[in-house]
């Protein structure tokens, strides 16, 4: 029992990571990012690689985290010309250009085979000690993105990003830019998003391409706009919820042992498309309610 | 390997351009009057195609009847997911549209996998040898299927252009208040669109699902590339999007012997971010107006 609960309680602090760092982009500075996927996608590669020809992990995840931000930077570019629509597309198209590059460079990634073996942190500690030591790291790395994110949102810039999501011309008015300060804070969500990519691929110790579709990014916006948007409580009760629905589905299971995992799988999706489609409309605040409208 | 088979590689291309261009025409009927990007178009095609597969199931072998099926499927659910959720949407933001489409993209999906499996099916119409005009391999089904494409194409444009209720979309694209002060009914309009939809992302469905096998995944896969497309040819530009799609897909065919099939499918993405690059409204589209 406690092994299955420090499992979900990590997988837990991965998913809330990105609901965060998402949060960051679109609920406190408004910028419509479809492709958080790819920085966790570019994250987990980048630090199982590191970490496979022998580097230590505190570098695999410091490349994790550089090298999504770094991925990020064109976007954040692109996000200062392009109207809010073409965004959404551009970045979902980023994110699945990072999917197609991870499948087709096999001599990087061995492509769709995948990549196995991928070291875990204190393996050493044996079993179930192990992963209550792992649980620490990622509880630790939650705490530092929450506070890093209060500190943000608290601190002069924090103020400056939020006008700008609230009216972008009035603050340039005022002699303020935007065009720096919404870069920067697309490669700060997109680091925090590569850290979360590494602990996931150290944890799970095997990444594939198909594990970083769009889907994922659209379970993150799920747990955001049920949680509230521009709410960092939010983003962790969003967060919580959704990993209720992949727990809950599998208990399901375990009680109609009849159900192929196939359909409790799709049923599960279902569930996730119903509860988007329902919020948006009668809920558009989420639970715990700051702005109008997503 | 010489010009006979680049040849073949662009009439392939036109052909997939020609299903890309019905999905990006979709796509930009709304994105013009709705003003959002409806992720449920992909799905919206898959589902047609299975209309036509159940038909076909039921024992009737007649592509007429299978593709009314399809018509008629697309256009009830199309105007359903109006009247339900998107007329509920209506003067909310952008991404609040989008986000329910996206949501409606996921249940769609697995309600049809649910329900049907994840296994594929596949159209059994008569094979065909390849004529080879000056030694080009023409597929005669490609051609006919491209035909019926281009028709489809050619019907909406007939609609949009020449008669009364086409006029009155254009107008609520154009601007909605003005539209509605004039005496439009747009509530109307909306409906009209939306079976337009149901009708060529049908349409869509049928032509890719006869050309390929028909899987829950059939028209999710072509989003990305139809989005491309509706975008690199303008949002509110019909035309536009069905031109840039016969470019892409002549583009994704003639890149396969030089990038492999991977990237093939990330051409359309890098077309994508490198045009608006430069060009941040689209090829053909118009500089955004403060409103």
Known sequence: MLAYLVAVAIIFGIYALLTLSLDLHYGFTGLINFGHVGFFAIGAYTSAIATLNGLPYIAGFTAAAALAALAAWPLGLLALRLREDYLAIVTLAFSEIVRVIVTAEKWLTRGTQGLPDIPRPFASLGSGYAEIAYLGLVAIIVLAAVLLIRHLIKSPFGRLIQAIRDDEVTVTALGKDPAGAKIRIFMIGAAIAGVAGALYAHYITYIVPDQFTPLVTFYVWMAMILGGVGRISGALLGTAILISIFEGSRMLRDLFPGILQVEMANLRLALVGLLLVMFVLYRPNGLLASRSDP | ?291
């Open chain 2, 1 to 291: 390997m010489g010009v006979a088979y680049y040849a073949a590689l662009a009439i392939n291309g036109v052909v997939e351009g020609l299903i890309i261009g019905l999905a990006a025409l979709a796509i930009n009927l709304v994105f013009a009057v709705a003003r959002f990007p409806n992720a449920a178009t992909g799905d919206l095609m898959t589902v047609g195609a299975y209309a036509g597969i159940a038909v076909q199931q039921a024992g009737s072998r007649n592509l007429w009847l299978q593709g009314l099926a399809a018509v008629g499927t697309g256009m009830a659910l199309s105007v359903a997911l109006y009247i339900v959720i998107f007329r509920a949407l209506r003067g909310r933001s952008m991404l609040s549209s989008l986000l329910a489409s996206i949501g409606l993209a996921i249940l769609l999906r697995s309600l049809l996998t649910l329900f049907v499996g994840p296994d594929q099916y596949v159209f059994r119409i008569p094979m065909a040898r390849p004529w080879r005009p000056m030694g080009i391999p023409i597929q005669p089904n490609d051609l006919w299927l491209a035909g019926i494409a281009f028709a489809a194409v050619a019907a909406s444009f007939i609609v949009l252009y020449l008669t009364p209720i086409g006029r009155q979309m254009r107008a609520v694209a154009d601007s909605l208040t003005l539209a509605r002060t004039s005496g439009i009914r747009v509530d109307r309009v909306l409906v009209a669109l939306w079976l337009m939809v149901g009708v060529v992302t049908a349409v869509a469905g049928m032509v890719l699902g006869i050309r390929t096998v028909v899987t829950p995944e059939l028209g999710w896969n072509m989003l990305l590339p139809a989005f491309a497309a509706a975008v690199l040819g303008g949002v509110g530009s019909p035309v536009g999007a069905v031109v840039a799609a016969i470019v892409l897909g002549v583009a994704q065919e003639l890149s396969t012997p030089f990038l492999g099939f991977t990237y093939k499918i990330a051409l359309a993405f890098a077309v994508l971010v490198a045009i608006l690059a430069v060009r941040p409204s689209g090829l053909f589209g118009r500089a955004e107006r403060v409103r």
